[in-house]
């Protein structure tokens, strides 16, 4: 055998590992997108992002005067040493209340379809208020918010410089709008996925690509595509199978809550998977402590897949590359309270 006709083998040989890479880079950029500047304003609807809108929501995230108790702020669920989640499975509000569902991530949040699990509110500045206003989370009431931020002259200079046109800035609605502000910059680019979608054929390992194969091949992504790889859409949680009451409660009956149709019983707003290697447990009641217990209860429940051990760990070791630059965030000190500012209750 000729060494001409060796090098002509072996070349045609490595051919399909050079294809392979670019045929899974394409299909992945088909399903998936990497995240960039105009995504995220994109994103943002009746909303003008300014510095000082941004600065004045971050600090309102990390104010637990917002609360009735003043225990509790949006960072005590939404922790971004955390992965933008609570450390429990679910979070523990006013009173020692248990929430009934775990508190979804606040990072890259910008891009999901809807927000909440059930998806009862369309955009962030409308989840705001949400939380601060439920008796299980800060239990607190607009009013009590205004007359809160009405009463610290810093915060009122502020809103004045971030809603310049308005009579009375420190409102609830405007309150709801610098918070989104402030969480649209909660974003994680450059994961090493976001780099093997953009063309790096090294960013990913041999077993990050076979486990990004199988995630395409299985079905995962006909749930969790997009550029937050879910978060874009709503699905039925046990298509083949219902999981135990455990995890999937008889009681909750998901988006059906919302929209009152039987169909959407069990429906929930399927969860983006950026930065899912941080934030363990999983599912909205958060009784899965491992990704790899989460696959394979995915791939069973909900595509009817036994997967083995290797498809398992491959899957795993994908879902590890969508971690990115976590937001690199000052831990603000907050304007001093006054004399008319509401005690804790």
């Given at each position: 055998m000729s060494r001409s006709f060796i090098a002509s083998l072996s070349a045609m040989l490595a051919l399909p590992l050079?294809?392979?890479?670019?045929?899974?880079?394409?299909?992945?950029?088909?399903?998936?997108?990497?995240?960039?500047?105009?995504?995220?304003?994109?994103?943002?609807?009746n909303n003008e992002l300014t510095p000082a809108k941004i600065e004045l929501g971050r600090e309102l995230f990390f104010d637990p005067r917002i609360s009735r108790?003043?225990?509790?702020?949006?960072?005590?669920?939404?922790?971004?040493?955390?992965?933008?989640?609570?450390?429990?499975?679910?979070?523990?509000?006013?009173?020692?209340?248990?929430?009934?569902?775990?508190?979804?991530?606040?990072?890259?949040?910008?891009?999901?379809?809807?927000?909440?699990?059930?998806?009862?509110?369309?955009?962030?500045?409308?989840q705001a208020k949400g939380p601060v206003q439920a008796g299980v989370e800060m239990n607190n009431t607009p009013a009590n918010v205004e007359?809160?931020?009405?009463?610290?002259?810093?915060y009122v200079t502020q809103f004045k410089k971030a809603f310049p046109s308005d009579a009375q800035p420190a409102n609830f609605d405007n309150f709801a709008k610098a918070i989104e502000a402030f969480e649209t910059t909660l974003i994680t680019p450059n994961s090493r996925f976001d780099k093997f979608l953009t063309g790096n054929?090294?960013?990913?390992?041999?077993?990050?690509?076979?486990?990004?194969?199988?995630f395409l091949d299985k079905g995962c992504?006909?749930?969790?595509?997009?550029?937050?790889?879910?978060?874009?859409?709503?699905?039925?949680?046990?298509?083949?199978?219902?999981?135990?009451?455990?995890?999937?409660?008889?009681?909750?009956?998901?988006?059906?809550?919302?929209?009152?149709?039987?169909?959407?019983?069990?429906?929930?707003?399927?969860?983006?998977?950026?930065?899912?290697?941080l934030r363990a447990p999983y599912f909205h009641t958060g009784q899965v402590w491992t990704l790899e217990e989460a696959v394979a209860l995915m791939a069973a429940d909900q595509l009817g897949v036994t997967l083995t051990a290797d498809e398992t760990a491959a899957i795993v070791a994908f879902l590890g590359s969508l971690t990115g630059e976590q937001p690199r965030v000052e831990y603000p000190v907050l304007p001093a309270r006054t004399k008319d500012t509401p005690r804790p209750q």
């Open positions: 050079t294809a392979l890479a670019g045929d899974l880079r394409q299909d992945a950029n088909a399903v998936f997108a990497p995240i960039t500047p105009a995504a995220v304003s994109g994103a943002v609807k108790s003043q225990i509790i702020s949006c960072n005590s669920c939404h922790n971004l040493s955390l992965g933008g989640v609570d450390a429990g499975s679910t979070s523990i509000g006013h009173g020692w209340q248990k929430g009934p569902r775990r508190a979804p991530t606040v990072l890259n949040a910008v891009f999901n379809v809807a927000q909440f699990w059930d998806g009862r509110a369309e955009d962030l500045k409308t007359k809160t931020l009405n009463s610290i002259p810093d054929d090294t960013a990913l390992d041999g077993a990050e690509k076979k486990g990004l194969r199988l992504a006909s749930c969790h595509g997009g550029i937050n790889i879910g978060g874009n859409g709503y699905f039925p949680f046990g298509v083949v199978q219902k999981p135990g009451a455990d995890i999937l409660p008889v009681a909750d009956k998901g988006r059906q809550a919302v929209t009152k149709s039987a169909s959407d019983e069990f429906v929930f707003r399927s969860a983006p998977l950026r930065n899912v290697a």
